[in-house]
């Protein structure tokens, strides 16, 4: 798959391989998980035994870190799946809101379903001729989006996930629903999908490409799997464009989202100008992105209003402390969003014929 990654490097991935800036730029508070923009090109660049040693523990420590991360991931999931699913049902992403109309609390279901819709609609992803027959999931949650897209299109779509209880979950709704021919899960990681080349002609992720700690092999594993003239659609929590006079967020804000990461079990932020980048840096045409980040603010207020409900005060305190730590850490996400630092970015492109 690396052979995607054979293209001149952008002066971004270049400025990104500087120790030194991945260093001041890609924080994260308690897991030792760096971004990983093009940071495998730099073990080439070890030319002293001295380097070399440094290089491989610092590899390993990294290789730890992402075992770690992916172990408090699925156990977050395997953890507060059932819980959400008994309040907000099967999608585990924000809605997409009219801005500044006062939604209802039977206007977020809709809302949710008009974010899968308007994510398709952006991507130019086809309703009748050529609609996709073969759909990946990356980050499934319990299935909501791969039963929803299967039905939609007809198409077979399989997802996956960290999570052993939401594999198993959306498995049973997608039998119960009549799907189980359509659709599969399993639990894998979306840094090395089981799957082989260009399998796929739509490539799906919503809300998970927060979760993963090296952002240049993610999006190389969605655009390897991907078929040729596939669409790939990315729908993520960012942070917010550096300017540039900056090559860094404020001590503040990193301050801000290091919480947020420790809450959602999330490696290092990157902003949806560094995924676009890194797109471009794999040749993948029709490149577009968003920010919908005013489209989504009822999304938080009304998921903190369903947590204090009696229902949901008392799920919480049935569930464990790695729910409840994601619960209270819920107004961080709305100040994030006020201060104009974590933007709700979608970001689609093609892969080439
Ligand atoms: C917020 S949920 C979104 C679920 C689903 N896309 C939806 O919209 O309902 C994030 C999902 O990403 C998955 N995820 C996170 N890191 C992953 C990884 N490295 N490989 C596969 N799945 C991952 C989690 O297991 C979880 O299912």
Same mark, same amino acid.
């Given at each position: 798959?690396?052979?995607?990654?054979?293209?001149?490097?952008?002066?971004?991935?270049?400025?990104?391989?500087?120790?030194?800036?991945?260093?001041?730029?890609?924080?994260?508070?308690?897991?030792?998980?760096?971004?990983?923009?093009?940071?495998?090109?730099?073990?080439?660049?070890?030319?002293?035994?001295?380097?070399?040693?440094?290089?491989?523990?610092?590899?390993?420590?990294?290789?730890?870190?992402?075992?770690?991360?992916?172990?408090?991931?699925?156990?977050?999931?395997?953890?507060?799946?059932?819980?959400?699913?008994?309040?907000?049902?099967?999608?585990?992403?924000?809605?997409?809101?009219?801005?500044?109309?006062?939604?209802?609390?039977?206007?977020?279901?809709?809302?949710?379903?008009?974010?899968?819709?308007?994510?398709?609609?952006?991507?130019?992803?086809?309703?009748?001729?050529?609609?996709?027959?073969?759909?990946?999931?990356?980050?499934?949650?319990?299935?909501?989006?791969?039963?929803?897209?299967?039905?939609?299109?007809?198409?077979?779509?399989?997802?996956?996930?960290?999570?052993?209880?939401?594999?198993?979950?959306?498995?049973?709704?997608?039998?119960?629903?009549?799907?189980?021919?359509?659709?599969?899960?399993?639990?894998?990681?979306?840094?090395?999908?089981?799957?082989?080349?260009?399998?796929?002609?739509?490539?799906?992720?919503?809300?998970?490409?927060?979760?993963?700690?090296?952002?240049?092999?993610?999006?190389?594993?969605?655009?390897?799997?991907?078929?040729?003239?596939?669409?790939?659609?990315?729908?993520?929590?960012?942070?917010?464009?550096?300017?540039?006079?900056?090559?860094?967020?404020?001590?503040?804000?990193?301050?801000?989202?290091?919480?947020?990461?420790? $809450?959602?079990?999330? #490696? *290092?932020?990157?902003?949806? &100008?560094?995924?676009? !980048?890194? /797109?471009? +840096? @794999?040749?993948?045409?029709?490149?577009?992105?968003?920010?919908?980040?005013?489209?989504? $603010?009822?999304?938080? #207020? *009304?998921?903190?209003?369903? &947590?204090?409900?009696? !229902?949901? /005060?008392? +799920? @919480?305190?049935?569930?464990?402390?790695?729910?409840?730590?994601?619960?209270?850490?819920?107004?961080?996400?709305?100040?994030?969003?006020?201060?104009?630092?974590?933007?709700?970015?979608?970001?689609?492109?093609?892969?080439?014929?």
């Amino acid at each position: 798959m690396n052979t995607l990654f054979r293209t001149t490097e952008s002066p971004f991935l270049q400025y990104l391989n500087q120790p030194s800036t991945s260093d001041r730029r890609r924080r994260i508070s308690s897991l030792p998980v760096r971004i990983g923009l093009g940071r495998s090109t730099r073990t080439g660049l070890a030319k002293t035994t001295t380097r070399m040693m440094a290089s491989s523990s610092s590899a390993a420590t990294e290789t730890v870190g992402r075992e770690v991360l992916k172990k408090g991931i699925a156990d977050f999931y395997d953890e507060s799946s059932g819980i959400w699913e008994d309040i907000w049902g099967d999608h585990m992403h924000h809605g997409f809101y009219n801005p500044d109309v006062q939604a209802s609390i039977s206007d977020h279901r809709s809302a949710q379903i008009r974010m899968i819709e308007e994510s398709l609609s952006f991507a130019g992803v086809p309703d009748s001729l050529k609609k996709p027959k073969s759909i990946v999931d990356v980050g499934c949650g319990i299935g909501g989006s791969s039963r929803y897209l299967a039905r939609k299109y007809g198409a077979q779509c399989q997802g996956i996930t960290l999570s052993p209880v939401q594999a198993q979950r959306a498995q049973a709704l997608a039998a119960a629903q009549g799907l189980a021919d359509k659709v599969s899960f399993q639990v894998a990681d979306a840094l090395q999908q089981p799957f082989p080349d260009g399998q796929f002609d739509l490539v799906w992720s919503m809300e998970s490409g927060e979760h993963m700690p090296d952002k240049k092999k993610f999006v190389s594993e969605l655009a390897r799997v991907a078929a040729p003239g596939a669409t790939i659609i990315m729908v993520t929590w960012c942070h917010r464009d550096l300017s540039p006079s900056e090559d860094s967020l404020k001590p503040e804000e990193e301050k801000l989202l290091n919480k947020i990461c420790d $809450a959602y079990y999330l #490696p *290092a932020w990157c902003s949806a &100008a560094d995924y676009v !980048k890194l /797109l471009q +840096s @794999l040749s993948l045409q029709d490149i577009k992105a968003a920010d919908w980040s005013q489209y989504v $603010a009822p999304f938080w #207020p *009304a998921v903190i209003r369903s &947590a204090l409900t009696w !229902k949901g /005060l008392t +799920s @919480l305190l049935r569930s464990g402390w790695k729910t409840m730590k994601g619960a209270l850490a819920m107004p961080l996400m709305i100040e994030g969003y006020q201060k104009d630092l974590i933007k709700f970015a979608i970001i689609t492109c093609r892969k080439p014929k």
